[in-house]
């Protein structure tokens, strides 16, 4: 009915509705209320945050910049996107994906050490097509209060 909520939390964390039997979900919606097309590529959540459907927090991206967004694993030990502890080494490597390639950036010796490695090579690298920083920046700062965002502006 007009005025009433619509859609409800799927599986997969997204915010979903049914209309004429055709599943949607909401951040897509969004854009067609907010623009007037449903978009051709994917709807990033800045935030990182799949049930936060702000229209500040959506932007229309490529399917490798919203990649390029993503959260850590479910099993990623460090707690940073692109920071994983290598055996062999006895350190914290630090990679990143380019063009389907991993690109090495390193060993450190904390994973916040590491994590600082790979922010620097993102603000730096001229192949990262998206500003994916906020959800690395997040997990810094938690780790890290007094991390100073404005020097990676």
Known sequence: MAGDVCGCLGSNGYLEAVINYVHYR?????????????????VDHKNGKRDDNRWCNLRHVSQRCNMQNCKASANNQSGFIGVSWDRSRNS????????HKSIYLGCHA???????????????CSKWHCNSRGILVQQIQAAWP???????Q
Do not use: K
């Not at 904390?110 to 730096?124: H, K, M, P, Q």
């Open 110 to 124: 904390t994973a916040l050490e590491a994590a600082l490695a790979r922010l620097t090579w993102e603000v730096r």
């Open 92 to 99: 914290w490597r630090t990679s990143a994906m380019v063009d």
């Open 26 to 42: 909401l951040h897509r919606l969004a854009f067609l209320y907010m623009e007037g097309y449903l978009p051709e590529y994917s």
């Open 146 to 152: 007094q991390f100073n965002t404005r020097s990676i």
